[in-house]
Structure formats: structure tokens, C-alpha cells
């Protein structure tokens, strides 16, 4: 052959191989919910970067508010079309699952986020500021707390109308996480949830300090729970050759198709399985606020904005049990012997703990946040039982918490004083009688945290029970009955306060918030009350949704 | 579909309750009469349950039954029994009289009006509360009396403790020998602790009916909480539980209704929740709101859970004789009322503790009759006392003294309420304690021995607590004390008219009861002994 021609095969070499990729199949109208919300993402940095200052604030309310609902109403259509049961698929190149689970966390999380963008976007709570109506969030996020340059941009009226679009990336986020079906598209959704979830707890107007704390706390913890996940990944993949749900758990049941060339030497190693898989339940752990991996959670709660707060604790616990019940149900069930034991002890620590501990508690916000954490113990209880109505109850009790959890933080938005909210809980004193109606809203919340019958809490809490019961673990329903009865103390706690007590004169007053945050509130009492008294046709729809597709 | 009696009877006090808070803050006696009406409505509903019920007809009667939350098995089924009607006819009965009892009792204090600073809020409506949560407890008691589904028992078992609550704490009794400070204290620990133990009971309960949903899912294909196919299937032997798991689920009912009851020794939240709270609810606790606790026991203890029931008795039945022995004892040591009168009730429990497990028709009876006799010589005694406490302003016996001369109307009616508290025949509550005693003797004849013994102490605290309030010479601090107001005899001339003719007559109760008590004793295989007389004897006589 002439030189010439090994030179021309060595262009057709390098030319020829494109020709073999084949272009990504997307199934765009199955991934619209995802899709719509991280363009409308874009749209609203975009809307920061070209629309003067004051037509931002309704412009972007109402982008994320139109684009949370069509994602929503996509959400519904994908399940009415049968997309939750029968026509269950994996798409997106196999890192998405668009199944019942998936659909019916996803359409949770975009209720709760519309609902949060409505606490979001309240601006007559902080008293103007320069003739100004500002909301809960820094003037600019970027100024030193106190200095020269945050003085100037409250004086200017500034405000973040960056939180937004920071919204709908931490929900993009939310929606893929419980979706994932492979563990690198896990990974991916967590870091995009958890970014914007870390600086929209630092941009709380008040106390900004507290808030950069909590923020920098949460981004640490946070950090090294990704870790934990990614490299739990890392050896999963040394053991099955693959990152796919799927095809770990074909691994693990035994029935191996092919051996993956480069890491043939440790395919099959049940060290790295079992070291792998703790490691991703932890990094899931984390974000669910369990025991022990909960430390983040009172700081980070209390020091965040309020309508933060209440959206992450809601949002962020949705999406995180979402993908915890993907993992142990869909990749490790054959491990079921290995992580049973574990989990319980993780479940019993956590009831009791969050339990115990909130009783301590004299800061409200800190006080919803170790009683989250013995809410995750509950959920997790449900979660360990390992039966299709383990699923149900628990995506029936995250739907049921969300609402609650939103309604009472908005609430704790409306009782204030001169130095903003009055989160302390001895300025709560007298409530009762100062405003009947914000104390006996909350009180419904607090009942409801306390799973006293009639509300949702009660029926949540009776579902997950009999899961765990019907699961065979009747122990854990046993310890859950006595740490309820501790949590029940400290919510009564709040009750006498709020209504036996007389007010101390110069308490908080309750600021009457605007159709937004009323609305919020609204919504979280009629969900609690409704799936309290008449749960049947929300319990269906989670025992629909209950079928994960491999 | 006939007309959904029992659910009407439960909705038209809730729909009360919802009036009556909706009546605008300044028009309070509007709201007054609102509760009032809707009671008065309630017992006629209650009156037309129990013309309707017939005593020897089906053992459920009244039924209603609709599907509720199909994925826990639960279904909104009604229906009453003997002893169910008869308990919804007290509660029907006694909540006018409560409400009439306590219509000054939220009105707020004329000090506070005038006093500067900080005053409540324009929306704090304290006297539409009062009654709109008497209401609210009064639908959920109703419900409760009627339910079959273990569950929607179980739901408003535990949903009636957050209205008491609120009226045990919010609404205290003024007469306190402290400071103002110190009254909300003792109010606010007495409202907590009847909460959580109670709320405790209610969890534990709440892991038994888990447990009892497992079991039935396991065995019969698909949970029920059914009370009438749950023994339908024991009797037919398609559920099958296993002996421990039985005992397990029994306890964790049994605990929630001891706790409820009260029962010796979780009984001490009643004193502290009685003293602290006004009369009318006081009356409302102990009168009507516990007796769910007794109530429960005879239906759901031994209905589901017959052989447990009867592995359990001798301890039951020794703690009930501890109750009341010692609820006696401690009533004769108090010096506080109401707390005498709380303490009493802990001994009457006891009674009626023994004669539901003492698994005799005559025991049963006796129970059942004490429940209704101990709701209406209880609401006399303690309304009674109510009104004298609030002339006086004090709940402490030294403080009264020859009240019989300044206000003999009021002397009398309390006396009446000692009496049949005492169990004098001819009153109401003796039959009952009655049958008890002969119930228990012919199956246990040392406990029913012991048992007496508390007749006898209910002499002594009721008569002393008379001797040392209303004879003897009038103390100066008394003044010249009023006696009974239109309104407050129009509370006991009715109540006591009552127990003088469930006293004499007591027929008509025990023909709609006897019938329920036979069921009852059937479900848990048990026949009353036969009387045990030698057969020389009955030759001899003839």
C-alpha cells in the first residue's frame, strides 16, 4: 500500500466512527414537568438580567407560579394517561424512571413549591422599608451584613427577586431526585437541588448572620454527604459494572448478563456492595434528617428564612424519601437481610430522639425541626416495611407532612415583633387570646404534628403503622406509639402557651399578611383537615402509584 | 335507607357547637341559648333512639353503615345496643343541665374589663368557646357510644380529648385559695396532665388496633375493624389468635379505657382535671366523658378479646376493689370539694369496673345501671356544689359552715346528691350498686365481701362533708349567702326528680339493658353460676 493510503484510512477511520453514534432518544413529553421547570429557570435569570428593577418582582412571581402549574397539570396529564401504572417507562436514556412513585412525588413537590412561592413572594409582613414593601429575603445578597453597601441597597429598596428562579432550580432538582434511575443522575439531582437550597438560606433579611451560619453549615454537612454518595457510587460501580438501578440489582440477584471488562476484578464483591450501599443511605440519610445525620437540621431550620424553611423542610423531604424508597425497593431488596437491621436501629433512634430532644426546645423553628426529624423516624418506619403498601403509606405521608409543615412555618411568618418573626416561644405567650384565629390555626398544625385523629397527621401516622405492622415490624410501631406520646408533649407545650397563658404586655404582635400568605395557610389547613377526615381517594391515589418500574 | 338516627344525634351537637362559636363576640347570651337549644335538640333525638329501640329485638339496632377509608378497612358503621342507647340517653340528658350549670361560668371577669395594659384581643370570644367545646365533646361522646368500627371509635376516643382539654385549661374554676397566677398554673398542669395521660393511653391503644388490623388481614383476607364480623368470625372460627398476641391486643385496649375510666393506679389525673375545672365540667368528665372508658370495656374488651378477658379478670378485679377502697379513703381525708367528690368517683369506678368483670348478667346490669345512676347523682352533687363554691369563692370544706340555715334549698338539693351518692335505697344509684354487689358476690364472695366496704366509707366522706358545710353554727365569712337561683333549681329539681324514679322504678332501664347484657356475657362464654344449694335442701323446703 502507498503511504498515501494508510494516511486516507486514517482520515475514514477518524471520520467513519461519528457516524456510528446514534442520537439520544428523549421522550420529551414524559420529562415536560422537568423540562418546563428548568427553562423557566433560565427564563427568570434571564428576566433579572434584562428587565428593570421594578417590574421583576410580578414578572417573575408569575413565571414561577405559571410555570410550577403547567409542570403540575403535565404531572396529572402523565399520570391520567396511565403513565403511573400501565405505561410506566424508564426514559431519558435510562436515567429517569416515569412511574407512580416518581409522578406522585413529583406533583407533590410542585404542589408544595407552588404554595411555597406564595410565601415566597408575601411583601407585607416586614414593616416598608424606605417606603418600599420588602419581602423576607437580604436586599442584596452579596453585601456584608451591616455594611455600607447593604445600607445603601435597603435605602435603593432592593430586593432578591433572584430567589425565584433559585426556586425553580432547587425544584428541577427535587423532581429528578426521586425520578433517578441511575445512581450518577442521583448524584447530579442532589448537587442541583442542594445549591440553591444552600443560598436561599443564607439571604434571610433579618439576622443575616444566623442565616450565612445556617447556610454555611448545611453547605459543609451537605458537601460531605455528596461525598458520601459519590463515592458510594464510585464502589457500586466497582461492583456491578453499571451505575443503573436496574442493572445493580441484576447483579445483585445473581443473574449477570456481561462482565464489564475494566472492572471485571471487583465485579461481584460483596465488600464493596455493602460498603457502597451504606454509603449511598447515607448521603439519603442526610438529606432526610435522620438519625444520626440530622445535625444540620435545627440550625439550618432556624436559621434560614422562614418561607425557606418551610418550603425545604416540605420539598426537600418529599423528593429525598422519594429516591430512599427507590434505592432500598428497586436496587437492594435482595439485600433486604443486610440493611433491615440497620434501618431499624436508625428508625427507632431517630422517633426517639427527635422526640426527646424537641422537648428541650424553646425556639419554634427549632422546635418543627427536631419534631421533622421524628416525623423522618415515622416515614422511615413505612419506608423499612418492605410491602407495595409500605410505598403507599409513606408517599400518603409525605403528602400529608408537606402541607402541614407549610402551613405551620407560614404561620410562624405572621407573629412578630420589632426585631422581625418572634421565633422564641416565650413571646408565643397569650396568643391565644391576642389572636384567636392565627393561634387556633397553628393549633390545628400542631395537633396535626401530634397525629391527633381528624387530621392528616393521624391518618398519615395510621397508614405507616400499619405498614410496619403488616411488614412484620410490630416492634417499631411499638416504639413509634411511645415517642409520639413524648412529641405529644412538647406540641401541647406550645398549645398552653399560646391559649392558657395570659399575654405579656409588650409581646408580639401578628402581622395581617397579605392574600398570599393567607392563601398558604388556607391550602395547608383544608389539605390537613380533608386528608384527616376524608383520606380515601389520596390513599388510593398512593396505592396506585405504589409499583416502581425497574 | 331509614333516617340516619344516631348519626343525626351526633351531627346536631356538632352543628350546635359550630353556631354557637360562629355568634358574634359581643352577643354572648345569644350564644348561650344557641348551645342551649342544640342540646335540648339533641335530647329529643336522644329520646326518639331510645323509643325506637326495641329491647328484644336485633343486638344492634339503628344501624348505619357506609364506606369510610377502604384501604385501612374501615367502614362508618353505627349502631346501638342496650347498653349504648342508654348511655347516649344520659349523655343527651345531662348536657342541658350543663350547659344551664355553667352559664355565668365563662363570662368574663368584671375586673378584667376595666384593667389596662394588655387586654385580649377584639376576636377572643371566651363565652362562645365555653360552649361551643361542651358541644364539640358532647357529638364526639355520642359517636363514641355508638360506633362498631373499632376505628371510628378509636378516632373520636381520642379527638373528644381536645376540646375537654381546652376546657379544663382554659376555663378554670375562680374559686382558688392562690393568686391568679397560681390558679392558672395548677389549671394549666391539670389540663396538661389529663391530656397526656390520656393521649398515652390513646397510643398505646392506637398499637393495638394496629396490631388487631394485622391480625385480621392476616386471617381473614383483608383487615376489618368491624365489631360485629370480627365476632362473628371468632364465634364461626375463622380468626384464630394466638394467645399472646390476644392478651397483648387486650392490654393495649384495656390500658387506654383504665386510663379513661380512671382505675386504680392511673386514676390521679381525675382529682387534679375535676378541682381545676368549673362544675359543669367537672360533670362533663367524670359524668359522661369517662364513662367511654367503662362503656369501651364491656364492648371492645370483652367482644374482641373474650379469652384474654377472662385470663385477665382476677387482676382487673383486684384494682377495681383497690379503687374503691382507696378512692373512699382518700375522699374521707379531702379538704378540697371537689376533690372529695373526684375521689368518690374513683371509688364509684371501681364499683362499676367490678361488675362489668365480675361476668355475671346480674354485674353487668348492675354496671351498666351504675353508669347512667353515677352520671346523674354525680352531676347533682357536683353542679350542687358548684353553686355554693361560687358564693363563697372557696373550694375548701373549713371555709363553709351551717349553710343549712342561710340556704336551705341548697342544703337540701346537696343532701340529696350525697345520699344518692351514698347509695341510700330508694335512690337510683342503690340498685345499681346493688346488682353489682350481689353480681360479684355469687361468683367471688370475698370480693364482694371487700367491695361493701366502700358503701360504708361513702357514709362516712358524704356525710361529714354535709355535717361539716352545712350544719352546725353559720360562719361569719359566709355572710348572707342566696340560696338557690330559678336557674340552679331548674338544674337539680329535674336531675333529682330522676333519681328518685330510677330509684323506685327502675324498669324501663333495665329492660333495654338486660337484653345487651346477656349478648355481651354470650361473647365472652359465660353463664351466670347457678345458685349453689344443696340438693338435700331443696328436698327439705319442698
Known amino acids: ?550 | 335507607m331509614s333516617f340516619p338516627l344516631l348519626t343525626a344525634a351526633a351531627v346536631l351537637p356538632a352543628a350546635g357547637a359550630i353556631a354557637t362559636a360562629a355568634v358574634p363576640a359581643a352577643r354572648r347570651t345569644a350564644a348561650k341559648w344557641t348551645a342551649l337549644i342544640a342540646s335540648l335538640g339533641t335530647l329529643v333525638l336522644a329520646g326518639v333512639v331510645l323509643a325506637r329501640f326495641e329491647p328484644g329485638g336485633d343486638r344492634y339496632q339503628l344501624t348505619e353503615s357506609h364506606a369510610w377509608i377502604a384501604d385501612f378497612g374501615v367502614r362508618y358503621e353505627l349502631g346501638v345496643d342496650g347498653i349504648g342507647a342508654a348511655l347516649i340517653g344520659l349523655t343527651a340528658l345531662l348536657m342541658p343541665f350543663i350547659i344551664l350549670a355553667g352559664w355565668r361560668d365563662a363570662d368574663p371577669a368584671e375586673e378584667a374589663e376595666g384593667a389596662g395594659g394588655d387586654r385580649p384581643g377584639r376576636r377572643w370570644r371566651p363565652v362562645q368557646g365555653f360552649f361551643a367545646l361542651i358541644l364539640m365533646v358532647e357529638a364526639m361522646v355520642i359517636i363514641s357510644f355508638a360506633a362498631t368500627d373499632v376505628f371510628l371509635f378509636y378516632i373520636f376516643f381520642e379527638a373528644m380529648l381536645i376540646p375537654m382539654y381546652f376546657l379544663i385549661g382554659g376555663f378554670g374554676d375562680r374559686a382558688h385559695a392562690q393568686s391568679d397566677e397560681e390558679a392558672a398554673k395548677q389549671r394549666t398542669y391539670a389540663a396538661v396532665k389529663f391530656l397526656l395521660y390520656n393521649l398515652a393511653g390513646g397510643l398505646i391503644m392506637l398499637a393495638a388496633v394496629v396490631g388487631l388490623y394485622a391480625v385480621t388481614a392476616d386471617q381473614l383476607g383483608e383487615g376489618t375493624f368491624s365489631l360485629q364480623r370480627i365476632v362473628e368470625a371468632r364465634a364461626a372460627g375463622e380468626l384464630e389468635m394466638a394467645v399472646t398476641t390476644e392478651r397483648l391486643l387486650f392490654l393495649g385496649f384495656f390500658f387506654a379505657f383504665a386510663i379513661k375510666a380512671p382505675l386504680w393506679p392511673l386514676h390521679t389525673w381525675l382529682p387534679n382535671a375535676m378541682g381545676e375545672s368549673t362544675a359543669p365540667v367537672a360533670v362533663l368528665i367524670t359524668a359522661v366523658m369517662d364513662k367511654v372508658g367503662t362503656f369501651a370495656m364491656l364492648r371492645f374488651c370483652l367482644g374482641l378479646f373474650p379469652g384474654a378477658s377472662d385470663w385477665a379478670t382476677p387482676v382487673i378485679l383486684v384494682l377495681a376493689l383497690i379503687s374503691i377502697v382507696y378512692g373512699a379513703l382518700l375522699a374521707v381525708g379531702q379538704r378540697d370539694i371537689k376533690r372529695l367528690i373526684a375521689y368518690a368517683s374513683v371509688s364509684h369506678f371501681g364499683f362499676i369496673v367490678l361488675g362489668i368483670f365480675a361476668m355475671t348478667s346480674q354485674g353487668q346490669s348492675g354496671a351498666t345501671l351504675y353508669m347512667v345512676n353515677h352520671g346523674i347523682s354525680t352531676a347533682v352533687l357536683m353542679l350542687v356544689a358548684g353553686f355554693l363554691i361560687s358564693r363563697r369563692g372557696s373550694r375548701l370544706i373549713a371555709d363553709y359552715g351551717g349553710v343549712q340555715k342561710v340556704a336551705p334549698v341548697l342544703a337540701g338539693t346537696f343532701l340529696i346528691g350525697g345520699l344518692a351518692t351514698l347509695s341510700l335505697p330508694g335512690l337510683a344509684p342503690f340498685v345499681s350498686e346493688f346488682l353489682v354487689l350481689v353480681g360479684t358476690f355469687s361468683r367471688y364472695p370475698v370480693i364482694g365481701i371487700i367491695a361493701t366496704a366502700g358503701i360504708v366509707l361513702a357514709a362516712l366522706y358524704v356525710l361529714v362533708l354535709y355535717q361539716r358545710t352545712m350544719t352546725g353554727p353559720v360562719k361569719e365569712s359566709l355572710g348572707r349567702m342566696p340560696d338557690l337561683r330559678p336557674r340552679e333549681l331548674a338544674v337539680a329539681a329535674p336531675l333529682i326528680a330522676l333519681l328518685i324514679f330510677l330509684g323506685v322504678f327502675p324498669r324501663p332501664l333495665t329492660e333495654i339493658v338486660n337484653p345487651a347484657v346477656e349478648h355481651t356475657l354470650s361473647d365472652v362464654r359465660k353463664t351466670d353460676p347457678r345458685p349453689d344449694v344443696p340438693a338435700q335442701d331443696l328436698e327439705a323446703a319442698k
Open chain 1, 1 to 550: 500500500m502507498s503511504p498515501m493510503a494508510s494516511v486516507h484510512s486514517l482520515w475514514t477511520l477518524s471520520a467513519e466512527e461519528p457516524l456510528n453514534v446514534q442520537a439520544p432518544e428523549i421522550e420529551y413529553a414524559q420529562l415536560a414537568p422537568i423540562l418546563i421547570v428548568v427553562g423557566a429557570a433560565v427564563l427568570g435569570i434571564l428576566v433579572e438580567a434584562f428587565l428593570p428593577r421594578r417590574a421583576r418582582y410580578h414578572t417573575q412571581t408569575l413565571l414561577a407560579a405559571v410555570a410550577l402549574a403547567s409542570a403540575l397539570a403535565s404531572v396529572i396529564g402523565l399520570a391520567a394517561g396511565g403513565h403511573g401504572t400501565t405505561k410506566a417507562l424508564v426514559a431519558g436514556m435510562g436515567s429517569l424512571a416515569v412511574d407512580g412513585p416518581a409522578l406522585f412525588l413529583q406533583g407533590t413537590v410542585l404542589l408544595v413549591a407552588l404554595v411555597a412561592v406564595l410565601t415566597f413572594a408575601e411583601r407585607r409582613l416586614d414593616p416598608a422599608a424606605h417606603g418600599k414593601r420588602v419581602d423576607s429575603f437580604a436586599a442584596q445578597a452579596a453585601a456584608t451584613p451591616g455594611g455600607a453597601a447593604e445600607q445603601a441597597a435597603v435605602k435603593a429598596g432592593f430586593t432578591t427577586t433572584e430567589v425565584f428562579p433559585i426556586l425553580l432550580f432547587a425544584v428541577a432538582g427535587l423532581l429528578v431526585f426521586p425520578a433517578a434511575n441511575d445512581l450518577l443522575t442521583l448524584f447530579v439531582a442532589l448537587e442541583v437541588f442542594s445549591l440553591p437550597l444552600y443560598v436561599l438560606c443564607a439571604l434571610a433579611r433579618r439576622q443575616r448572620l444566623l442565616s450565612q451560619e445556617a447556610a454555611v453549615k448545611y453547605f459543609l454537612l451537605g458537601a460531605f454527604a455528596s461525598a458520601f454518595l459519590l463515592f458510594g457510587t464510585a464502589l457500586m460501580y466497582g461492583y456491578a459494572g453499571t451505575v443503573t438501578y436496574g442493572g445493580i440489582a441484576q447483579v445483585i440477584s445473581g443473574d449477570l448478563q456481561q462482565v464489564e471488562p475494566s472492572v471485571a476484578d471487583t465485579m461481584g464483591n460483596d465488600a464493596l456492595l455493602l460498603i457502597g450501599g451504606a454509603l449511598i443511605l447515607m448521603g439519603l440519610l442526610f438529606k432526610v434528617g435522620a438519625v444520626p445525620f440530622h445535625m444540620w437540621t435545627p440550625d439550618v431550620y432556624q436559621g434560614a428564612p422562614t418561607p425557606v424553611t418551610g418550603f425545604m423542610a416540605a420539598a426537600t423531604k418529599v423528593a429525598a424519601f422519594g429516591a430512599l424508597l427507590r434505592i432500598l425497593y428497586v436496587v437492594l431488596p435482595g439485600l433486604r437481610w443486610d440493611w433491615r437491621p440497620v434501618m431499624w436501629g436508625v428508625v427507632i433512634v431517630t422517633m426517639l430522639v427527635g422526640a426527646i430532644v424537641a422537648v428541650t426546645q424553646t425556639d419554634v423553628k427549632r422546635l418543627l425541626a427536631y419534631s421533622s426529624i421524628a416525623h423522618a423516624g415515622f416515614i422511615l418506619a413505612g419506608v423499612v416495611a418492605t410491602t407495595p403498601s409500605g410505598i403507599s403509606s409513606v408517599l400518603f405521608y409525605l403528602l400529608a407532612y408537606s402541607f402541614v409543615t407549610l402551613g405551620a412555618f407560614a404561620v410562624v411568618t405572621l407573629v412578630r415583633d420589632a426585631g422581625g418573626e418572634a421565633t422564641h416561644l416565650s413571646k408565643w405567650v397569650g396568643l391565644g387570646r391576642r389572636s384567636p384565629l392565627v393561634a387556633a390555626v397553628f393549633a390545628i398544625f400542631l395537633l396535626a404534628f401530634a397525629g391527633i385523629p381528624l387530621t392528616s397527621g393521624f391518618t398519615g401516622k395510621f397508614a405507616v403503622f400499619k405498614a410496619a405492622a403488616e411488614g412484620g415490624a410490630g416492634a417499631l410501631v411499638v416504639v413509634g406509639v411511645v415517642s409520639s406520646a413524648i412529641a405529644a408533649f412538647f406540641y401541647i407545650r406550645v398549645i398552653v402557651l399560646m391559649f392558657f397563658n395570659e399575654p405579656q404586655p409588650g409581646g408580639p404582635s401578628v402581622a395581617v399578611p397579605s392574600a398570599l400568605t393567607t392563601t398558604a395557610i388556607a391550602v395547608g389547613v383544608a389539605v390537613t383537615v380533608v386528608l384527616g377526615v376524608a383520606p380515601q381517594y389520596f390513599l388510593d391515589l398512593a396505592g396506585q402509584a405504589g409499583v416502581f418500574v425497574r
